[in-house]
């Protein structure tokens, strides 16, 4: 019985290089070099995730303004984008026929007053009237049928008294709805902030509750974002978040 041993790798002639290629052990032009490995102790702490929506910016408030009067746009003052407080005027509607009517009223305001005055005037006669007939009567200067007469008309003036200041409280009412009216001519802003949208030009004709032009406050404004289902848990009420702009690059 006889062994057989494999002679050690130096003996097999100086063209085999043990380890040699990539990912060997041995020298040579495919060697590696030691990589570095950093230590640290384990240690607990939070992990952060975020989460990265897109949304839009909307103002505190947007106004739609409509006119309170249906006429002709005589004047628009505002452009978009112009800044607008409470009170400012935006529109002016055409206001020559109102004007007239205006002082038709006042005229006939000022009518129903001087008949008042003459009313009055008429029931202080009948009274003074009435006084010496019942005087008279009771003396027995006077017949019956001449203070009846003279009570009819004291109860006749003072009808046409009540009569005379109805028809001024109408009058009064008539003055004040036109004098409502004409100011409706002119469009207010109702809020303070920009023009976000102009609707109409001067010479268009408006209706009432036809939009003339938005208003926005944006004094406080809003991001609006959709987060969908499988990222609601994720997000907690209460948690702040970074916002970038597209209008201001850079800034956070």
């Given at each position: 019985?006889?062994?057989?041993?494999?002679?050690p790798a130096?003996?097999?002639?100086?063209n085999?290089?043990?380890?040699g290629?990539?990912?060997?052990f041995g020298g040579?032009?495919?060697?590696?070099?030691p990589?570095?490995v950093?230590l640290?102790?384990?240690?607990?702490?939070?992990v952060?995730?975020?989460?990265m929506?897109v949304?839009?910016l909307i103002?505190?408030?947007?106004?739609?303004i409509?006119p309170?009067?249906?006429?002709r746009l005589?004047?628009v003052?505002?452009?978009?984008?112009?800044?607008?407080t409470?009170?400012?005027?935006?529109?002016?509607?055409?206001?020559?026929?109102?004007?007239?009517?205006?002082?038709?009223a006042?005229?006939?305001f000022e009518?129903?007053?001087?008949?008042i005055?003459?009313r009055?005037?008429?029931?202080?006669f009948a009274?003074?009237?009435?006084?010496?007939s019942?005087e008279l009567?009771?003396?027995?200067l006077?017949?019956?049928?001449t203070?009846?007469?003279a009570?009819?008309r004291?109860?006749?003036?003072v009808?046409?008294?009540?009569?005379?200041?109805a028809?001024?409280?109408?009058?009064q009412?008539?003055l004040d709805?036109?004098?409502?009216t004409?100011?409706?001519?002119v469009?207010?802003?109702?809020?303070n902030?920009f023009?976000?949208r102009r609707?109409?030009?001067?010479?268009?004709?408006?209706?009432?509750?036809?939009?003339v032009a938005?208003?926005?406050?944006i004094?406080?404004?809003?991001?609006?974002?959709?987060v969908v289902?499988?990222?609601l848990?994720?997000?907690?009420?209460?948690?702040s978040?970074?916002?970038?702009?597209?209008?201001?690059?850079g800034?956070t």
């Amino acid at each position: 019985s006889g062994f057989f041993a494999r002679p050690p790798a130096e003996a097999a002639g100086p063209n085999v290089t043990q380890g040699g290629g990539p990912g060997g052990f041995g020298g040579g032009a495919f060697a590696r070099p030691p990589m570095t490995v950093e230590l640290a102790a384990p240690s607990r702490a939070d992990v952060q995730q975020q989460l990265m929506v897109v949304g839009n910016l909307i103002g505190e408030q947007t106004v739609v303004i409509v006119p309170k009067a249906a006429g002709r746009l005589e004047d628009v003052y505002v452009k978009l984008g112009d800044a607008v407080t409470r009170g400012q005027r935006l529109a002016r509607i055409e206001d020559r026929e109102i004007r007239e009517q205006v002082k038709q009223a006042e005229a006939a305001f000022e009518v129903a007053r001087a008949t008042i005055r003459q009313r009055e005037a008429d029931l202080k006669f009948a009274e003074t009237n009435l006084n010496r007939s019942r005087e008279l009567f009771g003396r027995q200067l006077l017949p019956r049928q001449t203070l009846d007469d003279a009570d009819a008309r004291h109860q006749a003036a003072v009808a046409q008294l009540e009569l005379s200041r109805a028809q001024l409280t109408q009058s009064q009412a008539r003055l004040d709805e036109l004098r409502i009216t004409l100011a409706n001519t002119v469009i207010e802003s109702p809020v303070n902030g920009f023009v976000a949208r102009r609707a109409v030009d001067a010479g268009a004709y408006v209706s009432q509750n036809a939009p003339v032009a938005d208003v926005v406050d944006i004094s406080l404004v809003r991001l609006v974002a959709n987060v969908v289902e499988k990222d609601l848990r994720r997000v907690e009420q209460g948690e702040s978040a970074r916002v970038e702009v597209d209008a201001f690059p850079g800034e956070t």
